[in-house]
Protein backbone atom coordinates (compact mmCIF):
# COMPACT_ATOMS: atom_id res chain seq x y z
CA UNK A 1 0.00 0.00 0.00
CA UNK A 2 1.00 3.61 -0.58
CA UNK A 3 0.53 6.40 2.00
CA UNK A 4 1.27 9.86 1.18
CA UNK A 5 0.61 13.30 3.40
CA UNK A 6 2.32 16.10 4.65
CA UNK A 7 5.24 16.63 6.98
CA UNK A 8 3.23 18.65 9.64
CA UNK A 9 -0.74 20.63 9.61
CA UNK A 10 -1.47 21.08 5.78
CA UNK A 11 -0.88 24.78 4.60
CA UNK A 12 -5.44 24.89 3.83
CA UNK A 13 -6.18 24.19 7.52
CA UNK A 14 -8.16 27.58 9.30
CA UNK A 15 -6.87 26.35 12.42
CA UNK A 16 -2.95 25.53 13.53
CA UNK A 17 -3.86 22.06 16.26
CA UNK A 18 -2.63 18.60 15.22
CA UNK A 19 -6.38 17.24 15.71
CA UNK A 20 -7.80 19.50 13.49
CA UNK A 21 -4.89 19.03 10.77
CA UNK A 22 -5.21 15.12 10.97
CA UNK A 23 -8.78 15.86 9.63
CA UNK A 24 -8.17 18.03 7.47
CA UNK A 25 -5.75 15.58 5.81
CA UNK A 26 -8.35 13.10 5.60
CA UNK A 27 -10.91 15.78 4.58
CA UNK A 28 -8.21 16.15 1.50
CA UNK A 29 -8.63 12.34 0.57
CA UNK A 30 -4.70 11.81 1.45
CA UNK A 31 -4.06 8.86 3.86
CA UNK A 32 -0.89 9.51 5.77
CA UNK A 33 0.35 12.88 8.35
CA UNK A 34 4.03 13.65 9.93
CA UNK A 35 3.28 15.09 13.23
CA UNK A 36 6.22 17.84 13.51
CA UNK A 37 8.09 18.16 17.07
CA UNK A 38 11.39 20.01 15.07
CA UNK A 39 11.35 22.56 17.45
CA UNK A 40 10.61 20.68 20.67
CA UNK A 41 8.45 18.11 22.14
CA UNK A 42 5.77 20.51 23.28
CA UNK A 43 2.77 17.60 23.19
CA UNK A 44 1.09 16.59 26.19
CA UNK A 45 0.44 12.45 26.58
CA UNK A 46 -3.02 13.20 26.88
CA UNK A 47 -3.46 15.14 23.06
CA UNK A 48 -0.86 12.36 22.02
CA UNK A 49 -3.54 9.86 22.90
CA UNK A 50 -6.73 11.79 21.24
CA UNK A 51 -4.19 12.35 17.82
CA UNK A 52 -4.02 7.98 17.68
CA UNK A 53 -7.89 7.97 18.49
CA UNK A 54 -8.95 10.65 15.55
CA UNK A 55 -6.34 9.04 12.69
CA UNK A 56 -7.24 5.55 13.79
CA UNK A 57 -10.43 6.62 13.09
CA UNK A 58 -10.02 8.17 9.94
CA UNK A 59 -7.08 5.34 8.71
CA UNK A 60 -4.68 8.14 8.91
CA UNK A 61 -1.20 6.12 9.32
CA UNK A 62 0.69 8.77 11.84
CA UNK A 63 4.59 9.47 12.03
CA UNK A 64 6.82 11.76 14.17
CA UNK A 65 10.06 13.97 13.20
CA UNK A 66 12.24 14.48 16.21
CA UNK A 67 13.48 17.68 16.89
CA UNK A 68 16.14 18.90 14.68
CA UNK A 69 18.51 19.49 17.71
CA UNK A 70 19.93 16.37 18.24
CA UNK A 71 23.85 15.12 18.05
CA UNK A 72 24.38 11.57 19.21
CA UNK A 73 27.74 12.49 18.09
CA UNK A 74 28.49 15.83 19.78
CA UNK A 75 31.88 16.25 21.67
CA UNK A 76 29.80 17.49 24.61
CA UNK A 77 28.03 14.49 26.80
CA UNK A 78 25.51 16.68 27.54
CA UNK A 79 24.40 17.63 24.07
CA UNK A 80 24.40 14.07 23.62
CA UNK A 81 22.37 13.57 27.12
CA UNK A 82 19.67 16.64 25.67
CA UNK A 83 19.88 14.16 22.10
CA UNK A 84 18.42 11.30 23.95
CA UNK A 85 15.95 12.70 25.98
CA UNK A 86 14.39 14.76 22.89
CA UNK A 87 14.31 11.35 21.32
CA UNK A 88 12.20 9.44 24.01
CA UNK A 89 9.96 12.17 24.66
CA UNK A 90 9.20 11.87 21.11
CA UNK A 91 8.92 8.41 20.84
CA UNK A 92 6.45 8.45 24.12
CA UNK A 93 4.02 10.58 22.35
CA UNK A 94 4.45 7.93 19.09
CA UNK A 95 3.98 5.19 20.88
CA UNK A 96 0.58 6.94 22.28
CA UNK A 97 -0.46 7.93 19.24
CA UNK A 98 -0.16 4.42 17.51
CA UNK A 99 2.62 6.13 15.15
CA UNK A 100 4.75 3.61 13.48
CA UNK A 101 7.96 5.54 13.63
CA UNK A 102 9.75 8.26 14.61
CA UNK A 103 12.48 10.43 12.41
CA UNK A 104 15.23 12.40 13.24
CA UNK A 105 18.58 12.98 12.13
CA UNK A 106 21.69 10.63 14.12
CA UNK A 107 24.71 13.40 14.14
CA UNK A 108 27.31 15.43 12.82
CA UNK A 109 31.21 14.09 11.93
CA UNK A 110 32.67 17.57 13.34
CA UNK A 111 36.17 16.66 13.55
CA UNK A 112 35.42 12.62 14.22
CA UNK A 113 36.22 9.97 10.96
CA UNK A 114 33.11 8.43 9.54
CA UNK A 115 33.95 5.65 11.72
CA UNK A 116 33.98 6.96 14.89
CA UNK A 117 31.19 8.93 13.87
CA UNK A 118 29.32 5.65 13.49
CA UNK A 119 30.33 3.74 16.56
CA UNK A 120 29.27 7.10 18.71
CA UNK A 121 25.83 7.01 17.16
CA UNK A 122 25.21 3.17 17.49
CA UNK A 123 26.20 3.24 21.39
CA UNK A 124 23.85 5.63 21.54
CA UNK A 125 21.30 4.38 19.38
CA UNK A 126 21.92 0.62 21.67
CA UNK A 127 20.83 3.40 24.72
CA UNK A 128 17.61 4.24 23.19
CA UNK A 129 16.89 1.11 22.04
CA UNK A 130 17.52 -0.67 25.85
CA UNK A 131 15.15 1.87 27.21
CA UNK A 132 12.67 1.28 24.26
CA UNK A 133 12.07 -2.19 24.64
CA UNK A 134 12.24 -1.39 28.77
CA UNK A 135 8.82 0.87 28.29
CA UNK A 136 7.23 -1.69 26.23
CA UNK A 137 6.89 1.42 23.44
CA UNK A 138 5.71 0.05 19.88
CA UNK A 139 7.18 2.43 17.97
CA UNK A 140 10.83 2.16 15.63
CA UNK A 141 13.63 4.70 15.57
CA UNK A 142 13.85 6.25 11.92
CA UNK A 143 17.51 7.21 11.27
CA UNK A 144 16.99 9.77 8.33
CA UNK A 145 19.53 10.27 5.11
CA UNK A 146 21.09 13.46 5.21
CA UNK A 147 21.39 16.22 3.05
CA UNK A 148 24.65 17.72 4.07
CA UNK A 149 27.83 16.39 3.73
CA UNK A 150 28.93 17.72 6.98
CA UNK A 151 25.92 15.06 8.68
CA UNK A 152 26.12 11.67 9.23
CA UNK A 153 23.96 9.84 7.27
CA UNK A 154 24.29 8.52 4.24
CA UNK A 155 21.99 5.44 3.23
CA UNK A 156 25.16 2.95 3.22
CA UNK A 157 25.68 4.36 7.16
CA UNK A 158 22.14 4.02 8.31
CA UNK A 159 21.56 0.63 6.83
CA UNK A 160 24.98 -0.55 8.81
CA UNK A 161 23.03 1.07 11.92
CA UNK A 162 19.90 -1.23 11.22
CA UNK A 163 21.87 -4.34 10.41
CA UNK A 164 23.55 -3.86 14.20
CA UNK A 165 20.00 -2.75 15.45
CA UNK A 166 16.84 -3.70 14.03
CA UNK A 167 14.24 -1.47 15.31
CA UNK A 168 16.43 1.64 14.33
CA UNK A 169 15.17 1.43 10.43
CA UNK A 170 16.21 3.86 7.17
CA UNK A 171 13.95 6.83 6.39
CA UNK A 172 15.12 7.68 2.52
CA UNK A 173 14.85 11.68 2.33
CA UNK A 174 14.93 11.22 -1.57
CA UNK A 175 16.00 14.75 -2.29
CA UNK A 176 18.35 14.55 0.57
CA UNK A 177 20.38 11.85 -1.54
CA UNK A 178 20.06 14.11 -4.47
CA UNK A 179 21.78 17.01 -2.54
CA UNK A 180 24.41 15.22 -1.28
CA UNK A 181 25.47 13.29 -4.63
CA UNK A 182 24.87 16.38 -5.85
CA UNK A 183 22.41 15.95 -8.47
CA UNK A 184 22.70 12.62 -8.85
CA UNK A 185 19.81 9.82 -7.98
CA UNK A 186 19.01 6.18 -8.90
CA UNK A 187 15.79 5.35 -7.17
CA UNK A 188 16.27 1.47 -8.75
CA UNK A 189 19.39 1.04 -7.01
CA UNK A 190 18.13 2.94 -3.45
CA UNK A 191 14.90 0.68 -3.17
CA UNK A 192 16.91 -2.04 -3.88
CA UNK A 193 19.08 -1.64 -0.92
CA UNK A 194 15.60 -0.50 0.93
CA UNK A 195 14.14 -4.44 -0.58
CA UNK A 196 17.36 -6.00 0.18
CA UNK A 197 16.44 -5.87 4.25
CA UNK A 198 13.03 -6.99 3.98
CA UNK A 199 11.09 -5.00 5.92
CA UNK A 200 6.92 -4.79 5.75
CA UNK A 201 6.91 -0.87 5.36
CA UNK A 202 9.47 2.20 4.31
CA UNK A 203 9.17 5.75 5.51
CA UNK A 204 10.43 8.37 3.09
CA UNK A 205 10.39 12.20 2.35
CA UNK A 206 10.10 13.60 -0.89
CA UNK A 207 10.32 17.36 -2.07
CA UNK A 208 12.74 19.55 -4.55
CA UNK A 209 15.63 20.53 -3.02
CA UNK A 210 17.99 23.26 -3.65
CA UNK A 211 22.22 22.46 -2.95
CA UNK A 212 25.48 23.56 -3.56
CA UNK A 213 28.68 21.72 -2.81
CA UNK A 214 27.92 21.57 0.76
CA UNK A 215 24.98 19.96 0.12
CA UNK A 216 21.28 20.51 1.17
CA UNK A 217 20.09 24.27 1.46
CA UNK A 218 16.34 24.71 1.12
CA UNK A 219 13.13 22.34 0.05
CA UNK A 220 11.69 23.50 -2.67
CA UNK A 221 8.44 22.46 -4.59
CA UNK A 222 7.89 19.04 -6.40
CA UNK A 223 7.47 21.25 -9.93
CA UNK A 224 11.08 21.78 -9.39
CA UNK A 225 12.15 18.23 -10.47
CA UNK A 226 15.34 18.00 -8.74
CA UNK A 227 14.83 15.04 -7.88
CA UNK A 228 11.72 14.21 -10.78
CA UNK A 229 8.96 12.50 -8.99
CA UNK A 230 7.46 10.23 -11.67
CA UNK A 231 10.21 8.05 -12.45
CA UNK A 232 10.22 7.22 -8.35
CA UNK A 233 6.57 6.61 -8.71
CA UNK A 234 6.75 3.64 -11.67
CA UNK A 235 9.91 2.58 -9.69
CA UNK A 236 7.79 2.11 -6.45
CA UNK A 237 4.70 0.23 -8.96
CA UNK A 238 6.97 -1.71 -10.45
CA UNK A 239 8.90 -3.12 -7.13
CA UNK A 240 5.27 -3.75 -5.52
CA UNK A 241 6.58 -1.48 -2.07
CA UNK A 242 5.09 -0.80 0.76
CA UNK A 243 5.62 2.71 1.25
CA UNK A 244 4.77 5.90 3.15
CA UNK A 245 6.08 9.38 1.09
CA UNK A 246 5.74 12.53 3.43
CA UNK A 247 6.06 15.79 1.62
CA UNK A 248 8.46 17.83 2.92
CA UNK A 249 7.31 20.65 0.14
CA UNK A 250 6.85 24.31 1.45
CA UNK A 251 3.38 23.63 0.17
CA UNK A 252 3.25 19.97 2.40
CA UNK A 253 0.11 18.77 1.24
CA UNK A 254 -0.87 20.12 -2.30
CA UNK A 255 2.42 18.15 -3.16
CA UNK A 256 1.22 15.17 -1.84
CA UNK A 257 -2.06 15.90 -3.86
CA UNK A 258 0.61 16.03 -6.88
CA UNK A 259 2.41 12.97 -5.76
CA UNK A 260 -1.29 11.27 -5.72
CA UNK A 261 -2.79 12.22 -9.10
CA UNK A 262 0.78 10.59 -10.66
CA UNK A 263 0.43 7.65 -9.02
CA UNK A 264 -3.67 7.23 -10.53
CA UNK A 265 -2.25 8.41 -13.69
CA UNK A 266 -0.03 5.12 -13.68
CA UNK A 267 -2.89 2.91 -12.56
CA UNK A 268 -2.58 3.04 -8.76
CA UNK A 269 -5.96 3.27 -7.04
CA UNK A 270 -6.29 4.34 -3.08
Known sequence: MIWLGPAGIPTVSKDSSTLVGIEVVSELKLNA???EFVRGVKMSNELAKECGKVAKELNIKLSVHA????????AEKLKIKQSKKRILDS????????????????????????????????????????????KGWNVRLGLETTGKLSQFGTLDEIIRIH???KLCVPVVDFSHMLARQQGKIDYGKILNKLKALKLKHY?????????SEKG??????????????KPLAKEILKKKINITIISESPVLEQDSLIMKK???ELGYKF
Open 216 to 229: ERRHLTIDNEQPPF
Open 262 to 264: TFE
Open 91 to 134: VERAHLMNADVIVFHPGYYGKLSPEETYEMIKEGCEDLVDIIKS
Open 67 to 74: PYFINLSS
Open 163 to 165: KKL
Open 203 to 211: HTHFSGIEF
Open 33 to 35: MEI
